[in-house]
T-cell receptor, first 113, second 117 residues
Framework: GENVEQHPSTLSVQEGDSAVIKCTYS??????FPWYKQELGKRPQLIID?????GEKKDQRIAVTLNKTAKHFSLHITETQPEDSAVYFC????????????FGQGTILTVHP | NAGVMQNPRHLVRRRGQEARLRCSPM?????VYWYRQLPEEGLKFMVY????????ESGMPKERFSAEFPKEGPSILRIQQVVRGDSAAYFC???????????????FGPGTRLTVL
């Protein structure tokens, strides 16, 4: 089955700096890669996603890049703010538009004012 | 458009009791997924259902756990004879019905936090 590895497990940055979180996946048939942000005691919230036919996608301060050959994808947050502090999860899914997500272990991001 | 609804938000059970967790997907969504999150861990897939059908239950423990999504009403995750190791947050997610634009994101409910004493 699919296996998703996420690094680093914790990341501490100063406000205004950039943050990068990386994930690798094992199943070459995976073709959909979402990122979720989860604040303490809250639900995971979808913040950005990318399909395998796209190499990069941006949404304001957030961007995701995908390298299908190397089977890895990354989340980039620029101009970080204290409210970006949360746990971030990457995930992967194979096949069509439906099906289970396999999640990485999560990254605890702390943005210091 | 109301989001994914789950109830109860918190559930306390003693060992050996039954736990029933309910999930109502977003309007227009007919795909429901259940995930479990152990304390300070990631999300683990349990089961994927459509109305009246279990599509993928590869993440469900073989015993004591069952799920359904009836024609009418919410999806139910049922845990019989709970043990302390079942204590976790159980999240439901839903995604759109086929033919509604192809957007394939899964949207999560607030979760049910189960505590087994």
């Amino acid at each position: 089955g699919e296996n998703v590895e996420q690094h680093p497990s914790t990341l501490s940055v100063q406000e205004g700096d950039s943050a990068v979180i990386k994930c690798t996946y094992s199943d070459s048939a995976s073709n959909y890669f979402p990122w979720y942000k989860q604040e303490l005691g809250k639900r995971p919230q979808l913040i950005i996603d990318i399909r395998s036919n796209v190499g990069e996608k941006k949404d304001q301060r957030i961007a995701v890049t995908l390298n299908k050959t190397a089977k890895h994808f990354s989340l980039h947050i620029t101009e970080t703010q204290p409210e970006d502090s949360a746990v971030y999860f990457c995930a992967a899914r194979r096949g069509t538009s439906y099906g289970k997500l396999t999640f990485g272990q999560g990254t605890i991001l702390t943005v210091h004012p | 458009n109301a989001g994914v609804m789950q109830n109860p938000r918190h559930l306390v059970r003693r060992r050996g009791q039954e736990a029933r967790l309910r999930c109502s997907p977003m309007k227009g969504h007919s795909h429901v997924y259940w995930y479990r999150q152990l304390p300070e861990e990631g999300l683990k897939f349990m089961v994927y259902l459509q109305k009246e059908n279990i599509i993928d239950e590869s993440g469900m423990p073989k015993e004591r756990f069952s799920a359904e999504f009836p024609k009418e009403g919410p999806s139910i995750l049922r845990i019989q004879q709970v043990v302390r190791g079942d204590s976790a947050a159980y999240f439901c997610a839903s995604s759109p019905t086929s033919g509604t634009g192809g957007y394939d994101g899964q949207f999560f409910g607030p979760g049910t936090r189960l505590t087994v004493l």
